[in-house]
C-alpha cells in the first residue's frame, strides 16, 4: 500500500474509516430528519394556522353582512338588536383573530398583502358598517339600504378578494416548502447512498489490498519453507516493510543463516544437508543399514561427516 503500517494498524484504520463513514450516514440522516421535521413545524405553524385564522375572519366578515342585510329586511326591534350584537361579536373575534395572524411568519409578499387587507378592513368599518348600524339604531331605513348596496358592498368586496389572495397565497407557499423538503430530502438520500458506496468502495480495497498481502506473504514463506526443507539453506523470503509478516520473513531469513553459519563450521553437514535432501536417510534407515533396526542408533553414510552417533 506504500505505507509503513503493521497489519494491526491497517485492520485498525480500515475499522476506524468504516466506522466513521457510519457515523456520517447517521449523522446525515438525522440531519435530513431533523430538517424536514423543522420544515413540517414551519408549514403547520406559519401556513395552516394562518389559513385557518383567514378562513374563520371570512367567515365573520360574511355573517357580519349577512346580519346588517337581515335587519334591514326584517327592521323590528329584536332582529335589529339581535342583529347588531352578532356584528359587534363578529368584531371582537376578528380583532383578537387577526392579532394572533400578524404574529406568524409572514413572506415580504403576504406582508404587503397584509397590510393592504388591515386598511380595507379599516375602510369597511369606516364607510360601511358603523354608518349602516348608526342607520339602523336610527331607524333609517332608505340610508341603511344605500350604504348597504354602495359602500359597503365596494368595500367588503374589496377586503373579501385580498383574503381570498392571502388564502391562495398561503396554498402556494405551503407548496413551495413541500416542493423544498423533497429536494432536500433527495439531497440527503442521494448524499447517504454516495457515503455508503464510498464507504464499501474503501472497504473492499483496503480489504482486498490487505488480503492480498497477508495471501502474498504466507505463499513466499511458505515456498521458502519448502525449499529449505528440500535442503536449500539459501531460500530467502523478502523482508521490506515493518508489519507482522516482514519479521516473520526475517526471522525466517534469520533462522536461515543460522543454519549456513553452523553447518559452515562443520565440513561435513554441508554434505549430510545434501544426502538428506536427495533421500539417502530414508534409504538408510528402510533398507541399506539393517543394522540401524537393529541397534536403535543413528547412522550416517560411510564417507559423510567422518563419524556416526549412537
Not at 413540517?40 to 401556513?47: A, E, F, K, P, S
Not at 440527503?188 to 468502495?201: D, E, H, K, T
Amino acid at each position: 500500500m506504500g505505507i509503513n503500517l503493521s497489519i494491526r494498524q491497517r485492520l485498525f484504520v480500515m475499522i476506524l474509516v468504516s466506522l466513521a463513514l457510519m457515523a456520517a450516514i447517521a449523522l446525515m440522516g438525522l440531519t435530513g430528519m431533523t430538517q424536514v421535521e423543522r420544515q413540517l413545524q414551519t408549514v403547520y405553524d406559519d401556513r395552516l394556522v394562518p389559513m385557518g385564522q383567514l378562513g374563520t375572519i371570512s367567515e365573520l366578515l360574511m355573517s357580519s353582512r349577512m346580519n346588517l342585510r337581515m335587519a334591514l329586511s326584517d327592521p323590528s326591534q329584536q332582529v335589529i338588536d339581535s342583529s347588531l350584537e352578532r356584528v359587534r361579536e363578529n368584531q371582537r373575534r376578528m380583532d383578537l383573530i387577526w392579532a394572533e395572524y400578524v404574529q406568524t411568519f409572514l413572506t415580504p409578499r403576504e406582508a404587503r398583502l397584509a397590510s393592504n387587507f388591515d386598511a380595507q378592513r379599516g375602510e369597511l368599518q369606516r364607510l360601511g358598517i358603523d354608518p349602516l348600524v348608526s342607520a339602523l339604531e336610527s331607524w333609517n331605513w332608505q340610508e341603511g339600504e344605500r350604504i348597504l348596496q354602495g359602500d359597503l358592498a365596494r368595500t367588503y368586496q374589496q377586503a373579501a378578494d385580498t383574503l381570498r389572495e392571502m388564502m391562495d397565497l398561503q396554498l402556494e407557499v405551503g407548496r413551495q416548502v413541500y416542493e423544498e423538503s423533497l429536494v432536500f430530502h433527495s439531497r440527503i438520500r442521494n448524499g447517504m447512498v454516495l457515503i455508503f458506496l464510498l464507504g464499501l468502495a474503501i472497504t473492499a480495497t483496503v480489504g482486498g489490498l490487505l488480503m492480498r498481502r497477508i495471501t502474498s506473504a504466507l505463499d513466499q514463506l511458505v515456498t521458502a519453507t519448502g525449499r529449505m526443507a528440500q535442503g536449500d539453506l539459501q531460500a530467502r523470503v523478502p523482508a521490506d516493510g515493518n508489519d507482522e509478516l516482514t519479521r516473520c520473513g526475517r526471522a525466517f531469513n534469520d533462522m536461515s543463516d543460522s543454519f549456513r553459519t553452523i553447518l559452515g563450521q562443520d565440513p561435513g553437514a554441508g554434505e549430510w544437508c545434501h544426502f538428506s535432501a536427495r533421500g539417502g536417510i530414508g534409504t538408510a534407515l528402510h533398507g541399506d543399514r539393517p543394522d540401524l533396526a537393529a541397534g536403535g542408533g543413528t547412522a550416517v553414510p560411510d564417507g559423510v561427516g567422518g563419524h556416526r552417533h549412537e
